[in-house]
Nanobody, 124 residues
Framework: QVQLIESGGGSVQTGGSLRLSCAAS????????MGWFRQTPGKEREFVAF????????YYADSAKGRFTISRDNAKNTVYLQMNSLKPEDTAVYYC?????????????????WGQGTQVTVSS
């Protein structure tokens, strides 16, 4: 049974930083590309970042470029999202997910095995 558990969320002020973690189990983690998404109430889940199975390829939503960094440690079955210079508009529940294929994709439907999410709140 595949399980993804996000952690590291919390409340910070504008300009602060958080590091999210997503621990995976029940799968051969190193075979999977991973993504981070976020969602606010009443809105669809939004793509944030992608990382290939080996960590060589990364891709970011425009809103995350230059501020967020996705990385992974296949030995620890964990993917990370370092978030710096946080803004109130970054407030959301953040989810990690496994990509169905190996190609970079921003489409939610191309991901499965979602975690339960971790709340990030940025106050002004």
């Amino acid at each position: 049974q595949v399980q993804l558990i996000e952690s590291g969320g919390g409340s910070v002020q504008t300009g602060g930083s958080l590091r999210l973690s997503c621990a995976a189990s029940g799968l051969t983690f190193s075979r999977y590309a991973m993504g981070w998404f976020r969602q606010t109430p009443g809105k669809e889940r939004e793509f944030v970042a992608f990382i290939s199975w080996n960590g060589v390829l990364t891709y970011y939503a425009d809103s995350a470029k230059g501020r967020f960094t996705i990385s992974r440690d296949n030995a620890k079955n964990t993917v990370y999202l370092q978030m710096n210079s946080l803004k109130p508009e970054d407030t959301a529940v953040y989810y990690c997910a496994t990509a169905k294929g190996s190609r970079m994709t921003t489409l939610e439907k191309e991901y499965d095995n979602w975690g339960q999410g971790t709340q990030v709140t940025v106050s002004s």
